[in-house]
C-alpha cells in the first residue's frame, strides 16, 4: 500500500539511505583533454541542486555521465543505486536538453504521443502539455516553434515518464528573461511535487533563484558546494556595517573573525568570512548598533570561486565543447 | 497489518522497463506518418511507379507480347514495382542519417527504447511504405486490365518485390548511419535511380552494350530484379542472382551493423 497524499517531507523520509545521485571519484578523459577530474557527488532525493560553472568546467560531461550517455574513464556514477542506463529503462530518469532533440516533422502533441509510447509508465499527453504550458500548440509542427516553445516541448517529453530525477543542460539558454522566468516557474512548480531536479547553468542568479544547493565545478573539480548562502559567503564573506561612535580600524580588526575593516566616519565596515561572530561581538561587547550584514552578490563569489589565479599547472580543458 | 513502505521506494521497485524494449504500435504509427508527410519519398514511391507504368506500359507495340506465364505490360509493373518497394526501403533507413542530424536519435537513447527496437521500427516501417507502394501499382496495373499474367503470380509477385525490397532497407540504414546530413534522400534518389538503370528496370540489361551489361550485373538492383521476375518468366533461377542479392546483403548489413556500432558506442 501507498500514501499517495504524501507530502515530499514525508515521501523521502523512509528512502532508506537510498541517494538519487551518487558518483564517486569520477574522472572523463577525451584524449589528453581532462574534462572531469574527480568528481564526488551525492544528491539526495527531493533536492534541486545546481552545477554552476563556466564553459569548460564540465557541467556538461558531468551529467551526460549522469544520464548514461556516456562513461566515466574512471569512477562510479550511480543513480537511484542503480546503473544510469537501467534507472532511464524504468523511466527514472529524464532530461531537458540544450539544443536538438526533437524531429521537426511532427507536432507538438505528436513527439510527447511518440515519447510516451516508449515508457511502461506514461502520464497523459495532454496532462503534460499543459503542465508545460504548451497545450494551445499541440497540432504545431515542431519546426515551425519558436526557440522557448521547442524548450518548453522538450519539458513536456521529460515530464512524460513521471520521472525521479529530472536534469537540465543549461534550458534556458537562448530564452529570453520572460521566457526563461515562466520556464522556471513551470519547473519550480513541478518540483513541488518532491521530483529531484538537477540543472547545469551558467546563469548566476539562475542558480542562486531556484537552486536549493550549489555545486560549483571548475577545470572538472567541484569547488564549493553548499546553499547559494553558503556558496556566497566562503567567497566572499559578508561585510558587516555598524554605526559605532570612536571605533578605530586595529581595534576592528581585532574582533575574532574580522579579515579587514574599515572606519567612516561613525560608520564601520568589518568584512568577515564569521561574519555572525563579529556580529554577535559588536553587539556583546561594544555600543555598536544599526547592525547590517551584507553578502557579496553571487556573480561576485563565482568570479572568486572560478577565477584563474589558482590555475592547476596542466590539463585543464580549455575547449567550450567539453562545458 | 504490514508496515507501511514509502511512497518512494514502493514507486521505485513498481517501477519497470516497458515490453519488447519500447518497440510499440503507436511509435510506428507515427513514424509512417511522418514519411508519408515527406512529399518526396510519397511521390517517388506511390505516383513515379504508376505514371511510368502508364507512360511505359500501357498501349506500346510490345504491351501484349507474351512474356513468360504473362505479358510485356505485367513484367514492367513489375519492375516498376520493385523500383518504388525499394525507394520506400531505403527512405526508411535513411530516416535514421535525419534523426542523427537533429539530435533525436541521442534523445531516444534517454528512453528505454533499445537499439534493436528502434532498428525493427525503422525496417517495419520501410515495410509499410514498400507495400504501399506495390499495392497502388499492381491495383493501376489490375485496373488498366492490360497487364496480364495468372491470378497466383500477381499474388506471388507482389511478395516477392516486397520481401525483396528489404535488402535495401539495409542498403538505407547503412547511408543512415554513414552519411550525417538531413539532405540524405536526395542523394539517395540520384543513387537509386542509377542502380535502377543498371539493374535493369528500366530497360532490360539484355539490351544495353556488353561492356556496360558485365559491369552492370554486380550492381545491386540486378540480382533482384532478376529474380522477381523468375516467377512470371518461368525461366529458372541463376545461382548468379542469389549470390549478387546475398552478397549485398551481407555488404549492406555489415556496413549498417558497423556504422551502427560506432554510432551507439557509450564513449
Not at chain 1, 34 to 56: C, F, H, K, W, Y
Not at chain 1, 268 to 296: F, K, Q
Not at chain 1, 305 to 320: H, I, K, N, R
Not at chain 2, 149 to 170: D, E, N, R
Request: with cysteine.
Amino acid at each position: 500500500m501507498t500514501i499517495s497524499s504524501a507530502t515530499p517531507e514525508m515521501r523521502w523520509s523512509d528512502a532508506g539511505g537510498l541517494q538519487a545521485i551518487e558518483l564517486h571519484a569520477v574522472h572523463k578523459h577525451f584524449g589528453s583533454v581532462q574534462a572531469v577530474r574527480g568528481v564526488d557527488m551525492t544528491i539526495s532525493p527531493g533536492e534541486i541542486v545546481a552545477i554552476l560553472g563556466p564553459n569548460g568546467a564540465g557541467k556538461t560531461t558531468t551529467i551526460d555521465m549522469i544520464l548514461g550517455l556516456s562513461q566515466p574513464t574512471s569512477g562510479a556514477v550511480s543513480v537511484f543505486g542503480m546503473q544510469p542506463r537501467q534507472a532511464i529503462t524504468k523511466g527514472l530518469i529524464s532530461a531537458v536538453m540544450q539544443t536538438g532533440g526533437l524531429l521537426k516533422d511532427l507536432t507538438v502533441g505528436e513527439t510527447v504521443e511518440y515519447t510516451a509510447s516508449l515508457f511502461a509508465r506514461r502520464q497523459t499527453v495532454h496532462d503534460v502539455l499543459s503542465r508545460a504550458g504548451i497545450e494551445g500548440i499541440a497540432d504545431r509542427r515542431v519546426g515551425k516553434c519558436s526557440g522557448g516553445e521547442q524548450q518548453r516541448l522538450r519539458f513536456a517529453m521529460a515530464l512524460v515518464s513521471d520521472p525521479e530525477l529530472l536534469a537540465l543542460d543549461e534550458p534556458t539558454t537562448g530564452m529570453d528573461v520572460e521566457g526563461r522566468r515562466s520556464f522556471w516557474a513551470a519547473i519550480r512548480k513541478d518540483a513541488e511535487q518532491g521530483r529531484t531536479v538537477l540543472f547545469a547553468t551558467h546563469y548566476l542568479e539562475e542558480a542562486d533563484a531556484y537552486a536549493d544547493r550549489i555545486i560549483l565545478l571548475r577545470h572538472g573539480l567541484v569547488v564549493a558546494d553548499g546553499t547559494a548562502a553558503q556558496i556566497k559567503a566562503m567567497a566572499a564573506g559578508r561585510t558587516v556595517r555598524a554605526t559605532l561612535p570612536g571605533a578605530t580600524e586595529d581595534m576592528l580588526r581585532g574582533i575574532p573573525g574580522a579579515d579587514t575593516a574599515e572606519v567612516r566616519g561613525e560608520t564601520v565596515l568589518v568584512h568577515a568570512t564569521d561574519s555572525d561572530a563579529v556580529a554577535r561581538y559588536l553587539l556583546t561587547n561594544t555600543a555598536a548598533r544599526d547592525l547590517e550584514i551584507t553578502a557579496r552578490g553571487i556573480e561576485e563569489a563565482f568570479l572568486a570561486l572560478t577565477g584563474d589565479e589558482t590555475e592547476p599547472a596542466s590539463g585543464a580543458p580549455s575547449t567550450g565543447a567539453l562545458s | 497489518m504490514s508496515t507501511v513502505p514509502s511512497t518512494f521506494t514502493a514507486d521505485l521497485k513498481a517501477r519497470r522497463a516497458p515490453a519488447l524494449g519500447g518497440f510499440n504500435l503507436t511509435a510506428l504509427r507515427l513514424e509512417v506518418r511522418r514519411l508519408l508527410r515527406n512529399r518526396r519519398t510519397v511521390v517517388i514511391t506511390m505516383v513515379f511507379p504508376v505514371v511510368f507504368y502508364l507512360l511505359f506500359g500501357l498501349h506500346k507495340s510490345y504491351s501484349k507480347l507474351p512474356a513468360g506465364h504473362g505479358n510485356i505490360a505485367a513484367f514492367v509493373m513489375i519492375s516498376l514495382a520493385l523500383y518504388g518497394a525499394v525507394f520506400a526501403a531505403t527512405s526508411g533507413g535513411a530516416l535514421v542519417s535525419i534523426e542523427r542530424a537533429q539530435g533525436w536519435s541521442r534523445q531516444l537513447r534517454l528512453t528505454p527504447l533499445s537499439p534493436p527496437a528502434y532498428i525493427t521500427m525503422k525496417v517495419l516501417t520501410s515495410l509499410i511504405l514498400g507495400a504501399g507502394s506495390v499495392a497502388v501499382t499492381f491495383v493501376v496495373g489490375r485496373l488498366t486490365a492490360e497487364a496480364s499474367m495468372p491470378g497466383y503470380l500477381w499474388i506471388v509477385t507482389a511478395l516477392c518485390v516486397w520481401i525483396g525490397s528489404l535488402l535495401f532497407a539495409a542498403f538505407g540504414l547503412f547511408m543512415g548511419y554513414l552519411l550525417p546530413t538531413e539532405n540524405v534522400m536526395q542523394l539517395m534518389s540520384l543513387i537509386l535511380a542509377v542502380l535502377s538503370f543498371a539493374g535493369g528496370l528500366f530497360i532490360p540489361v539484355s539490351q544495353f552494350a556488353p561492356a556496360v551489361r558485365d559491369i552492370a550485373k554486380w550492381t545491386p538492383l540486378y540480382g533482384l530484379n532478376q529474380l522477381v521476375h523468375t516467377p512470371l518468366l518461368g525461366n529458372g533461377v541463376d545461382w548468379t542472382w542469389v549470390v549478387n542479392v546475398l552478397a549485398w546483403l551481407i555488404i549492406f548489413a555489415a556496413g549498417a551493423t558497423w556504422r551502427f556500432r560506432k554510432d551507439t558506442a557509450r564513449g
